[in-house]
């Protein structure tokens, strides 16, 4: 019995050419061709957004410490290390292992002086003389934890949540989520130590797989922190103008949905209009020789880092929306990894840190941009109370400090504890989803709301954690 075939048999080449599987493609591409020179341009992706709901921080400045401060020598004194000195942790408390340790070895007391400071009375170490004046507007989270002991992973934890690349960073969901309120200077700025990058790298400031256009911003150390802003010394301003006018019609003549092209097209907009508006704001020969001192920009302890922080205060003061600064990164002997002894490594670490934090915050203060710009001090992981070597700490994931001053956060405040030997977070516990957890709800963000489709799923920078600390919150 004769049946029709399946495919109706072409009677012309045109019939072929369609019905074949290589003209159903060349089809669909010229389909999408026209659509895409049809289609509009798309709106500024970093355009402000409103957020979920009445935000208290407008903006962030994330200072980390790389390597992984002490806890117990700089914000959680333990007198009991010092009655425990040369025995090991009781079993009670547990002897976990770390990178470098085997949790068997000798407490080693601290022997900084903890005096308390402001009308809250919280305890500071004698290492930070400087920010101890500001207790009363930090917010001391005391129970910090995270999962890793390893830095790299532990970085990536801190900065996106996971502790494997490949995830977007806080910062690029901040500005997803929120855009920016100037669209003359890059929403999301990074300064690292001149010396280096954290050893967790770029991934750190990373979109992923959120477009590339809320990646982070590299600033480099100098007296032009963005290469390549100014154009050739032989081009006209109008020459340079009409080049970047070509450089956008070839552009739009490609756009519709590739979100790589639509990231380099906004990134040259942006450069465009840097170039007017940059220099003034990294030109710090504005600045007053007082706010130079404050800032330690005559030591040379403190000049870098100061030099930095008092950039990032003119970064957001010009609307940028989330700028990170890192503390270490290169070499061994620029990070906080006090393996072979704490003492010499915080004492020149507080060195480069402290006067240069404490004149950020007390400079936002005085200009009324405390209360909406929220300070976090962070870092990837603690020490230990056991010795390693005799005179340092290995890595301690378990029970950590860090901070928030302003922006909604609860100032003159201490949130959770460790226990006796600042080992292991016993009350209120924060992990690091909590963490990011309360930065969103200072900022307006919902972190159960603020999700990006991908392969599939929803995915959000807390994963299926996290829990506002409202103890933290003002």
């Known amino acids: ?43 500024n992706p970093l355009s402000a957004k409103k957020p979920h709901f009445e935000a208290r921080a407008k903006r962030v400045i994330f200072l980390f ?34 990178q470098f340790t ?43 934890w995270c999962s890793n002991t390893v830095h790299a992973p532990a970085m990536y934890e801190l900065h996106s949540g996971r502790t494997l690349m490949g995830w977007p960073s806080l910062g690029s969901w901040v500005t997803y989520g929120l855009g920016c309120v100037t669209d003359n200077l890059p929403a999301y700025c990074v300064m690292p130590q001149p010396e280096g990058v954290p050893e967790g790298g770029a991934p750190c400031w990373s979109s992923a797989f959120l477009p590339p256009v809320y990646q982070g911003t590299l600033l480099r150390p100098g007296t032009n922190p963005i290469i390549n802003l100014k154009p050739p010394a032989d081009t006209t301003a109008e020459q340079n103008k009409r080049q970047f006018d070509l450089v956008q019609k070839l552009n739009a003549a490609q756009a519709g949905g590739d979100a790589e092209l639509e990231a380099r097209t906004a990134s040259y907009e942006l450069a465009f209009k840097m170039q007017k508006y940059a220099p003034d704001a990294v ?48 070499p061994l002997v620029t990070q906080w990894d006090a393996h072979d002894d704490v003492n010499s490594n915080h ?58 001053a302003g922006g909604g956060a609860k100032g003159g405040t201490v949130v959770g504890a460790t226990d006796e030997f600042g080992l292991n977070a016993v009350e209120q516990p924060v992990f690091v989803n909590d963490f ?31 829990v506002v600390m409202d103890a933290a919150v003002e």
């Open 1 to 43: 019995m004769h049946t029709a075939p399946h495919v109706p048999s072409a009677t012309t080449r045109r019939d072929f050419l369609h019905t074949a599987a290589g003209g159903g493609i060349a089809l669909n591409w010229l389909l999408a061709r026209d659509a895409r020179a049809e289609a509009p341009r798309t709106a």
């Open 436 to 466: 990011h957890a309360t930065i969103l709800h200072l900022l307006g963000l919902d972190h159960e709301r603020l999700t990006f489709r991908h392969s599939g799923r929803d995915e959000r920078l807390t994963d299926v954690g996290g």
């Open 283 to 330: 030109d710090l020969s504005k600045e007053s020789a007082k706010t130079k001192t404050a800032y330690g920009l005559d030591d040379k302890r403190t000049a870098d880092f100061g030099t930095r922080l008092l950039l990032a205060r003119r970064l957001v003061e010009r609307g940028v929306r989330f700028v990170s600064v890192y503390s270490g990164g290169g």
């Open 347 to 404: 004492e020149k670490m507080c060195g480069h840190v402290d006067q240069p934090i404490a004149a950020l915050l007390k400079d936002l203060k005085q200009r009324g941009m405390l209360k909406d710009t929220l300070v976090v001090w962070c870092s990837e992981f603690g020490r230990t109370p056991n010795s390693q070597g005799g005179r340092g700490r290995d890595h301690n994931p378990l029970g950590y400090t860090m901070w928030l």
């Open 102 to 144: 085997s949790g068997k070895e000798v407490i080693l007391p601290s022997t900084r002086r903890f005096r308390k400071h402001g009308s809250s009375g919280i305890e500071i170490s004698d290492l930070l003389p400087h920010l101890a004046t500001c207790a009363d507007d930090i917010c001391f989270l005391r129970s910090c």
């Open 65 to 98: 410490m790389v390597g992984g401060p002490s806890q117990m020598d700089l914000f959680d004194p333990k007198p009991e290390l010092a009655k425990w000195a040369g025995k090991p942790l009781p079993e009670s408390t547990g002897q976990p292992k770390s």
